[in-house]
């Protein structure tokens, strides 16, 4: 029968990395949050002298509404940082704003993986919407055209979780360097933040992870027609 699909098992530890990287994420930012750095000073105040030390006056900081919604915007060139990292003094405060600092530094140094990854985002973005619909469109009604025009469009969007790692485990690195020079942490904080940091990059790996399972899933299902 179509609607039993054995291989939905291959996605069930994918999924499992995906919760525990989840709840990873949100109990060590809250776990952080509680933790005031001894600065005192905001993620927005960290943030914006980061970028003036690098000579990017001209990119704002911006207050965002949502959780965890912190990202820079390389179109607007615009540092979007949540309620809790714009105004908090926490260390976790702290080590979201260095790490979005990281990503505008990326922008600015024309970082390689950063350039090929907004490269692929509008056919990522697509292959992410039409993927799914076109392939089963295509397993239901016997079109493997239609199946391979899927696969392929699932191949962009996966090209671009992929490089997104490299990406973000660099706006890590560069965020501990920052954090590190400016004296924003002491010894005993940093673990903290690199605690934060960690936990936020699982959840990409987990994307990965379930995005190459997703894959298999579909090349068995494609040639299960032939």
């Known amino acids: 029968m179509f609607f039993y699909d054995p291989t939905f098992i291959l996605l069930i530890p994918a999924l499992i ?4 990287a989840q709840a990873k994420v949100s109990s060590t930012f809250a776990k ?3 933790v005031a750095a001894s600065t005192y000073k905001t993620g927005a105040d960290v943030a914006r002298e980061l970028l003036d030390k690098a ?4 990119v704002p900081v911006e207050r965002i509404g949502g959780h965890l919604s912190d990202h820079y915007d390389p179109r607007s060139r615009v540092m979007r940082l949540s309620p809790e990292v714009y105004s908090g003094r926490s260390i976790a405060a702290l080590a979201v704003a260095a790490h979005e600092t990281g990503h505008a530094l990326q922008h600015a140094n024309n970082y390689v993986p950063l350039n090929i990854r907004n490269g692929l985002f509008p056919v990522a973005s697509i292959g992410s919407q039409l993927a799914f619909p076109l392939f089963f469109f295509g397993l239901i009604f016997a079109s493997p055209s239609l199946m391979d025009i899927g696969i392929w469009l699932f191949l962009a969007a996966l090209a671009f979780q992929v490089v997104t790692l490299p990406v973000e485990f660099d706006a890590s690195r560069r965020a501990m360097r920052l954090l590190d020079a400016g004296g924003y942490l002491t010894r005993e904080e940093a673990p903290g933040a690199r605690a934060v940091l960690t936990a936020a990059a699982l959840t990409y790996v987990a994307a990965v992870a379930m995005a190459l399972m997703q894959l298999l899933r579909l090349l068995i299902l494609r040639n299960a027609r032939d």
């Open 17 to 20: 990395l995906a919760l525990y």
């Open 55 to 58: 000579g990017l006056y001209d």
């Open 32 to 34: 952080y949050s509680r």
